[in-house]
Nanobody
Framework: QVQLVEAGGGLVQTGDSLRLSCAVSGRPSGGYTMGWFRRPPGKERELVAAITWSDGRTDYGDSVKGRFAISRDNMRDTVYLQMNSLKPEDTAIYYC????????????WGQGTQVTVSE
């Protein structure tokens, strides 16, 4: 059973940086992709960033390109989301998720961590 546990959320000010982490246990067999999603207050969930575990290929949502960076640590089975130049509109619950590479949907989700950016 795959389990994902996020950490690192908090309250920061505009322009600050924050790093989220996602500890992965029970990796899905075969290749898989890790993603960070967020749900801003009153809005739909959106993909923030994704990384293919095997080769490190990354993909980003338009609103975070150039400010956020996703990475993974093979030794620690951990995925990170480095968030720089944070804005109030980045305020959201951030979720870590995983999917097998041959599946179009994310099957595994963490509990979420709150990020609040004040003006």
């Amino acid at each position: 059973q795959v389990q994902l546990v996020e950490a690192g959320g908090g309250l920061v000010q505009t322009g600050d940086s924050l790093r989220l982490s996602c500890a992965v246990s029970g990796r899905p067999s075969g290749g898989y992709t890790m993603g960070w999603f967020r749900r801003p207050p009153g809005k739909e969930r959106e993909l923030v960033a994704a990384i293919t575990w095997s080769d490190g290929r990354t993909d980003y949502g338009d609103s975070v390109k150039g400010r956020f960076a996703i990475s993974r640590d093979n030794m620690r089975d951990t995925v990170y989301l480095q968030m720089n130049s944070l804005k109030p509109e980045d305020t959201a619950i951030y979720y870590c998720a995983a999917r097998a590479q041959d599946r179009p949907v994310y099957d595994y989700w963490g509990q979420g961590t709150q990020v609040t950016v004040s003006e």
